[in-house]
Structure formats: structure tokens, C-alpha cells
């Protein structure tokens, strides 16, 4: 948010010609009536004023002056349909009055009459060059009417007459923000500060630019510093509490946007922004509260209604869930983050018919969703056209697990007649190399074949019609390279008792990792001595390590390190227990036997309220039963385990 430029509110008062009269009988009288009406309205008497002009008006109605400035009474009195009038009679009987031009641009401003007021202001400096107030009034309406280079020209013309007007440098660095040239505003927003320096617009801008720039620690400064000079500065305080939440200082950030509450009690932004944090810290009826305070006082917020959407499918109240991102997307059909939330809960129930449609939606705000777009000249590729004969190439987009999983569908595009290049991230190379309907694997980053299309691997399903019923190789598509699986034989020895694979914690960059990862501490006493287990994690957290010490049962070996290695011995073990992360993907793309452990609130992948999936036929699924219980979770796992092996035995 960012603070919009304002006119000057308050009209100079400029020298006009002295009053000219048709009558020399009454010349006097005329001159004397005006001299009163100009002493009272300078004594504030503005309804006197009035009355006064009116009378000279009465003697002279030709007289330009006496209209001018019963007008400006007016506009003083707050009565601004009479101001206009007023104006209008003095433009009349004088042409060329260049200060009534201005003032009535200024009221005309004042009633929404824009394109009306940017007339009478250009009549202004065409009429009177030197009027500066002119200039700034009319600098500041291109503004509003976002004509930014106009505006930027009207700027630099007036600080060229008069670089100490620091409101001016202030207007002026708005719209080089407006026309993104960040670090230009930040210069012009100095400037400003150099001519006030406790400036506290100037600070909140400086701040908005230094957002922009992406140095977050100098915007909370500059936040810091408005406040300073102004204490109620509600705006400050919000978007101070937008970076404290994004740096993960929760706290902080809910207390300064109840200090934004607290100074503008109807600031549905704040409220809105206070619910997200609230969801963040798990005080889910808060939230909620929050995002009701802020639908109530924005019936028709849609940002909002989105907000409330996320915390009830955080509570598993999916139906609901998707209710709010559908009255969201119906408030602002144009909504990336809505569309693309929504296609996540639609895909959670069932929904794949619109769930893939909306997924699409991830590429229209890159920034927000961390979803980047890959632009390539050949163009995209979501089913439409007929793919026999032609070459795709299959662009990996997001994690290894999601490569993994969607990796599948390459076949599905050859039995089209399509030739597949598949492009996935160097660490899969190996992994994929024989991978069914790809005529190439290629590593990110590398040199590109001539290829007719491409499509982003997770549109696959979107460009092929994949419903639930339909999705392919649910019995496994990846196989473990035969000479390393023959190493691992020979390396594990003699099967003498069942082998288990265990994988607790993903990528901590992920977003929702804090959920869906554990700490292997937990899992120890649920896991009987009886079996054999092996470490599949590649990166292990400093926790972890210590508690693999402290475990040496936990087997764990260097060759893990790589996707072909682990496949490999993924392959030659009983079962694989992984939470929600690529090991969970790797072992199910394998076909092996698979036990995935689930947050409650699980990703839309692995749909809802089953234990089984149509994506893995070897998996089982574990969730959750209550919002971060992994005590519940592993206690089955252990019941299972012993079943699961002792039947076997």
C-alpha cells in the first residue's frame, strides 16, 4: 500500500488586478463594497463575505474579480457546487483570470469532475506560466489519472521553478514508482527527507521503494522512522507488519497490525492481514474472527473471503474451504492466488475436471505463488492440437516429488504418437533414463533438441483430461538400475529379517515442511528392534544426527546420497515409511510397498479421507486424525508393522 499524491489544500491567494467599474457614479460604491467583502473574508467572516460580494456583484455583475473571491468563500464554506458557479462567472467575464482557472480546477477536482478539472488547469499554466500552485494541482490530478509521464513532466517543471517544495519531490517520487523505477522514487522520496526530515510520508515511501527494491530490512526502517514522526500512521504500521510476517516474526507482526487496528478500527486490510498471521500461529478461531471483522466491514473483500478459504481447509473443513474460494473468484474472477487455491481444493475432492483448469492459474502471479513460467518460442501444448508425429518437450516445474509423481504421463503422450524430450532436474537424470515413451532425458540446464511444443510437466493432466479414474502407471513405472540393485544385494547379505526404509523430514525451504516433517526422535520408540532399518534421507537436520548417533541400529549408508542409489535400495527392501515428501514418491513410482505419513491438513494430491491413493497402488496412507498429531500416527504404524510382519513370519 502506498500513500496517493493530494492537491494542495489550500488555494493561494495571489494579487488580481484591482476592480474596474463601467460607471464612474458608481465607482465608489463598488470600490468600497469590495474593499469591506475582502476585509471580512480575511477575518474568516465568510458568510458576510458573501453577502458582500453579492452586493458588488449586484453593482458590477460583469465583475471578475468580486466572483473570484465569493467563489473562494464558498469553497471555504464547503458549499463547492456554488464555488464552481462562482469560478465559472469569473472565467466568463474574464478569459484570461488564470487564478479562477485554477480554483476551478481545484473544486471541479473536489466533486470527481477529473477530465473537467485537468481542462481549467491547463488553462491555468497556459495563462500564467509562473503559477507554480497551478502546476502542482495539475501535476497532481495526471497523477490520480494514472497518466504518469505527464504527471512526472508536470513534476520536474515545478521543482525546475522551486526544488524546495518537498510535497512536490514526494508526488514526483510516487510516480516513477508507478512508472517502476524504484530506485529513482527512492532518490526523489531522499530528496523530500533532505527539505523535511521528519517527513513521515516521505519515510512510509521510502519504505514501499526499499519493498520493491527487495532489501526488507531497510523498508522496516523506513517504516520505523514514519512511525517516529508520526505514531498514528496506520499504513506504516501495516505494512510493517507484512514484512515481520514474511520474515517469520509473527508475533511482532500481529502486533503491529493490531496497532493499525488500533489507530483505524475499520481498516479491513488489517484485519484481513491480522487472520493470516493468526493462521500461521495455528489460533484458528481467531483467524476466522479476524477474516469475519474484515467481511463485515468489506462485504465484498475477496482477498479476504481467500484467507478465511485457506484456515478452514487448514481445519479440514474442505466443502467450506472451496465455498470461500468460489465466492472469492465470483468477487474478482481475475485472481491468481484465489484460482489457483481453489484448484488445490478441487483437486482434494475429486474435482480433477476443474481442479487441472484452475492449477493453470499458477503462472498469472508468479512472484506471489513462487511459481515460475518457462518462456520458450515454440508454443505451449495443453491438448488441443493433434501431438502425432511431433516432438514435446516435458519441462520439469516445481520439486523432485513432483517430478516423480508426474513424470508418469510421458508414456501417455507417446501412445499419442508424440516424440517426448523429458527435461527434469539433474539429480533424476539417471533415475529416468529409461523411463517409457521418452525418446531423451535432459538434464535442466542443458542444451535443448528441436522440439515442436512444450508443456509444464503438472499441466500434463490438464492437456491429457486425467480424471481420478484415469490416472496412469498407479502400479509403477520406475525400476532400479539392475547392476546397482544386484551391489546392494550383494552388499546387505542374507535377508534375515524384514528391511525398512525410513524417510521423516523433506526440504525445509517447502512451505507447508513445518507440518508435514518430523523429527526422527519421535519415531524411535515405534519402531520395533526386530526389523531392519535404513536411513533414505539425503539431507539430515542437525537434531536428526544426533539422534542416528545415538541409534546405530538405524543403518545408514553414503550411496543413499543419489536417486539411482536409492532407488536401488528402495528395491531391495520390504517397505518404505516416508512422510510427504520425494521418498514417498521415489518408493511408490518404484511400486514398492509404501507407508506415508500425512499432516492433517495433507496436500490436494492424495485426496481426502482415503488411506489408499490412485496415484501409488502400493501405498498406504497415514493422516493425521488431529491437527499435528504424529503420536496417533506412529502408534499405528507400530501396531501395523508388528501385524504386517508378524503374518508374514
Not at 11 to 21: C, D, G, R, V, W
Not at 285 to 305: I, K, Q, V
Not at 517 to 525: K, Q, R, V
Request: with cysteine; glycine share 6%.
Amino acid at each position: 500500500m502506498s500513500l496517493l499524491p493530494s492537491l494542495f489544500r489550500k488555494i493561494l491567494q495571489p494579487q488580481e488586478p484591482t476592480a474596474q467599474s463601467t460607471s464612474p457614479a458608481a465607482a465608489a460604491e463598488v470600490q468600497s463594497a469590495y474593499a469591506e467583502a475582502t476585509e471580512a473574508y480575511q477575518a474568516k467572516d465568510l458568510e458576510r463575505a458573501v453577502s458582500l460580494y453579492d452586493r458588488v456583484i449586484a453593482l458590477q455583475p460583469d465583475h471578475a474579480e468580486a466572483f473570484y473571491k465569493r467563489g473562494n468563500a464558498l469553497k471555504d464554506l464547503g458549499q463547492l457546487s456554488a464555488a464552481l458557479a462562482s469560478y465559472e462567472a469569473a472565467v466568463k467575464h474574464r478569459p484570461d483570470f488564470g487564478y479562477a482557472w485554477c480554483n476551478r480546477g481545484f473544486v471541479q477536482q473536489s466533486l470527481g469532475m477529473r477530465e473537467e478539472a485537468l481542462a481549467s488547469f491547463d488553462a491555468a499554466v497556459r495563462l500564467n506560466p509562473d503559477d507554480l500552485v497551478a502546476h502542482v494541482n495539475r501535476g497532481a490530478l495526471l497523477q490520480s489519472l494514472s497518466r504518469w509521464q505527464e504527471a512526472l513532466a508536470s513534476h520536474d517543471r515545478v521543482l525546475a521553478s522551486n526544488p524546495q517544495l518537498f510535497q512536490t519531490w514526494l508526488f514526483r517520487g510516487n510516480v516513477l514508482r508507478e512508472l517502476r523505477q524504484p530506485e529513482a522514487a527512492l532518490a526523489s522520496f531522499r530528496k523530500a527527507l533532505e527539505l523535511k526530515p521528519d517527513y513521515a510520508e516521505a519515510h512510509y515511501n521510502c519504505g514501499v521503494a526499499y519493498e520493491l527494491l527487495q532489501q526488507p530490512q531497510a523498508a522496516l526502517d523506513s517504516y520505523d522512522r514514519a512511525i517516529a514522526s508520526f505514531p498514528q500512521f496506520h499504513q506504516a504500521h501495516y505494512n510493517r507488519g507484512g514484512l515481520l510476517k514474511a520474515d517469520g516474526r509473527l508475533q511482532e507482526a500481529l502486533e503491529a497490525y493490531d496497532r493499525a487496528i488500533a489507530i483505524k478500527a475499520d481498516y479491513a486490510e488489517a484485519h484481513s492481514n491480522r487472520g493470516a498471521v493468526l493462521h500461521e500461529l495455528e489460533r484458528w478461531d481467531e483467524a476466522l474472527a479476524s477474516f469475519d471483522r474484515a467481511l463485515t466491514l468489506r462485504p465484498g473483500y475477496a482477498e479476504a473471503h481467500m484467507q478465511r478459504a485457506h484456515t478452514l481447509g487448514a481445519l479440514g473443513r474442505y466443502e467450506a474451504s472451496l465455498r470461500e474460494y468460489d465466492r472469492a473468484v465470483a468477487l474478482k474472477p481475475e485472481f491468481p492466488e484465489a484460482r489457483y487455491n481453489r484448484s488445490q481444493m478441487q483437486l482434494m475432492l475429486g474435482d480433477y475436471e476443474q481442479g487441472w483448469v484452475d492449477y493453470e492459474w499458477r503462472w498469472r502471479n508468479p512472484a506471489k505463488l513462487k511459481v515460475w513460467p518457462r518462456v520458450l518460442p515454440q508454443p505451449l501444448w495443453l491438448g488441443q492440437e493433434p501431438i502425432a508425429g511431433k516432438r514435446l518437450l516435458i519441462h520439469c516445474e516445481q520439486g523432485l516429488g513432483d517430478t516423480l509423481q508426474f513424470c508418469r504421463f510421458a508414456r501417455s503422450v507417446a501412445d499419442l504418437g508424440g516424440i517426448v524430450f523429458l527435461e527434469v532436474q539433474q539429480s533424476l537424470v539417471g533415475l529416468l533414463q529409461g523411463l517409457a515413451g521418452v525418446a531423451q532425458v535432459i538434464a535442466q540446464g542443458s542444451p535443448l533438441p528441436e522440439f515442436d511444443y512444450h508443456c509444464p510437466m503438472m499441466s500434463l493432466p490438464l492437456a491429457l483430461r486425467t480424471t481420478v479414474a484415469t490416472i496412469p502407471g498407479a502400479d509403477g513405472y520406475l525400476h532400479g538400475d539392475p547392476a546397482q540393485v544386484a551391489w546392494w544385494q550383494a552388499r546387505l547379505g542374507e535377508r534375515t529379517r524384514p528391511r525398512i526404509g525410513l524417510v521423516w523430514s523433506g526440504n525445509p525451504a517447502q512451505a507447508n515442511d513445518r507440518k508435514r516433517s518430523c523429527a526422527l526422535a519421535g519415531w524411535i520408540e515405534h519402531l520395533p528392534r526386530e526389523f531392519d532399518y535404513f536411513c533414505l534421507q539425503k539431507d539430515i537436520r542437525p537434531q536428526d544426527e544426533v539422534t542416528l548417533a545415538a541409534n546405530p541400529w538405524i543403518a545408514r549408508h553414503d550411496e543413499v546420497g543419489t536417486m539411482s542409489g536409492t532407488a536401488a535400495l528402495c528395491e531391495c527392501l520390504d517397505l518404505i515409511i516416508s512422510v510427504c515428501t520425494s521418498g514417498a514418491h521415489l518408493s511408490g513410482a518404484l511400486g514398492r510397498p509404501t507407508w506415508i505419513l500425512l499432516a492433517f491438513d495433507a496436500e490436494w494430491r492424495w485426496l481426502h479421507a482415503r488411506s489408499d491413493t490412485p496415484w501409488y497402488r502400493s501405498a498406504r496412507l497415514y493422516r493425521q486424525p488431529a491437527i499435528g498429531d504424529w503420536q496417533s500416527v506412529l502408534t499405528r504404524v507400530r501396531a501395523d508393522l508388528i501385524a504386517t510382519f508378524s503374518q508374514r513370519e
